[in-house]
């Protein structure tokens, strides 16, 4: 099994090769996140599929249904989070809030 991600001490961002990446609301039942989870992968095969015959209609609606998908889960869109802390997604850890942090982790690779 490869190695779990770098998480934020407050558990809304992964770090990914040095950059924050919002994770999924945790609020959503296990049921109702399975089904997400589901329909991300699904449009996920539909853009790959999409892309392997260049078919760039389907491809944008493949494209349009893993947004919405992650929009749903709340890795995009507006912030889960209820406590108006800014989204700092896609941001390099070591330029966002989470930067002190960041330099006391052994996965943290040389600035």
């Known amino acids: 099994m490869p190695d779990e991600p770098l998480v934020t001490p407050d558990g809304r961002y992964i770090v990914v090769r ?6 999924a609301d945790p609020s959503p039942t296990e049921a109702r996140r399975a089904v997400l989870v589901g329909e991300l992968m699904t449009a996920r095969r539909a853009a790959g599929a999409a892309m392997r015959t260049a078919d760039l209609e389907a491809l944008a609606t493949a494209r349009a249904a893993v947004h919405a998908a992650k929009v ?40």
């Open 18 to 23: 040095g950059r924050l990446w919002r994770r």
């Open 72 to 111: 749903a889960l709340g890795e995009r869109g507006q912030v889960w989070w209820r406590d108006g802390a800014p989204d700092q997604n896609r941001r390099l850890a070591r330029n966002s809030s989470y930067a002190a942090w960041f330099a006391t982790q052994e996965a943290c690779p040389p600035a």
